[in-house]
């Protein structure tokens, strides 16, 4: 695996490191040994899909607040994503800041989130299917969110969304 941090700290996208023959490839997506020589202690004590059947599906901004704070590694087993980490840690300086990824099932890569930080994608594909690794695991009742369009963040979104829950349309801005 290869570990690439981003421009907020503790934000990392994880390349994986496939081996391939006639066979097709083999590629190792998680290792806590790994991951902790790389600096990120993770091992995930629960794992979740989203499945998402229409194209501009957007699912976020979702975290939760201290002290039911997740740590999450999201990948993509089937379509593809714009995968978005917004810092809510007011003593960052990257406070506010967002960073993207786009992750698919061919490119097997995968974006590490910490606590603190907004979590979201817009699919990109039909038939997208997102699967997390989250620690500690979920706690229901703890969950927090901001709007996906909130002018403090600025994201630019590859495109509208085309699907939102109620919810997720009701965040308000964090401003």
């Not at 806590?32 to 993770?42: D, H, L, M, N, R």
């Not at 993509?76 to 980490?85: E, P």
Request: glycine share 6%; net charge negative; with cysteine.
């Amino acid at each position: 695996m290869r570990f690439i941090p981003t421009q907020i700290a503790g934000v990392v996208r994880v390349d994986a490191d496939p081996r391939s023959d006639e066979r097709g490839l083999f590629a190792r997506l998680h290792c806590p040994e790994e991951f902790a020589a790389a600096g990120i202690p993770f091992e995930p004590a629960q794992t979740s899909v989203s499945r998402n059947p229409r194209p501009h599906t957007l699912r976020g901004m979702h975290y939760q607040p201290a002290p039911h704070g997740e740590t999450k590694l999201v990948r993509v087993t089937r379509g593809r994503i714009f995968d978005v980490a917004i810092d809510l840690r007011p003593a960052s300086p990257t406070f506010r800041r967002w960073t993207a990824a786009e992750l698919s099932a061919e490119n097997l890569a995968a974006l590490f989130i910490p606590e603190g930080i907004a979590h979201g994608f817009l699919t990109l594909e039909p038939d997208t299917d997102v699967v997390y690794q989250i620690a500690p695991a979920y706690r229901p009742g703890h969950e927090a969110g901001v709007r996906w369009d909130d002018p403090a963040f600025a994201i630019a979104w590859p495109a509208a969304p085309a699907l939102i829950s109620d919810r997720d349309a009701a965040y308000p801005d964090h401003g």
